[in-house]
């Protein structure tokens, strides 16, 4: 099984439309989560962190379940700049260490 | 202010050359990543340093790659001996502190013919 787990898509949606991606990580001592995003042939960047007990940044929310190993990314009332490919990264701590994963991405095309 | 700057944007090699990647992080920024991307692909970590200890290199994918932060601040990522495999996007990325979030440069393209 691989550390980190995304449906690579594509999501095509309409405008407007309400659209979550899972990301599911197996490695259960994983302390933090981000989700990235990454336009076509450009640098990754930070969309926003994900903490523990949800959070909501304009229409975008993300949430972890611990219990599950997956956090998650909604995003409500599409626009189509939110066209991009969505990345999420687990980091796990160990001793002044951290191991940095990403995975693969998921296609998001909202369609007008 | 100046964000993460690679140089050179695009590298064309011949096989068999060795090739040095170079990274400038944003100024301050304590950590510094090396990841290699794949078209469709998300970011392969390589290598990461801490100041210019390098604390892990488990994702350097043989020994005809290597890395250095000598000065804590601007890195190198060399290719010896390239293999048309090595073709791919390098990015790099800088973080304030370690577990922060990262700042990636533009990447660099390399092409090995």
């Known amino acids: 099984r691989k550390e980190v787990e995304q449906d690579p898509g594509p999501f095509n949606v309409p405008e407007g439309a309400t659209v979550a991606f899972n990301c599911t990580y197996s490695n259960s001592a994983s302390q933090s989560f981000f989700w990235y995003r990454q336009d076509c042939r450009k640098e990754p960047k930070l969309l926003m962190s994900?903490?523990?007990s949800g959070n909501e940044d304009g229409r975008f929310t993300a949430q972890l379940n611990r219990a599950s190993q997956y956090i998650s990314l909604l995003i409500r009332d599409s626009k189509l700049s939110d066209s991009a490919t969505y990345l999420c990264v687990v980091n796990k701590r160990s001793g002044g260490y951290q191991k940095v994963t990403f995975g693969t991405g998921t296609k998001l095309q909202v369609i007008p | 202010g100046a964000g993460v700057s690679q140089s050179p944007r695009y590298k064309v090699t011949k096989r068999g050359q060795d090739v040095a990647l170079r990274c400038d992080p944003i100024?301050?920024?304590?950590?510094l990543y090396w990841y290699r991307q794949a078209l469709g692909q998300g970011p392969e970590f390589l290598t990461y340093?801490?100041?210019?200890?390098?604390?892990?290199k488990s994702g350097l994918p043989n020994d005809r790659f290597s890395a250095e932060r000598p000065e804590g601040s601007i890195s190198t990522l060399t290719i010896q001996r390239t293999e048309q495999r090595d073709s791919a996007m390098y990015r790099c990325a800088s973080s304030p502190t370690l577990y922060n979030e990262q700042f990636f440069g533009p990447g660099t393209r390399l092409t090995v013919l």
């Open positions: 994900v903490y523990s």
């Open positions: 340093f801490n100041y210019e200890a390098q604390q892990d």
């Open positions: 100024s301050g920024h304590v950590s």
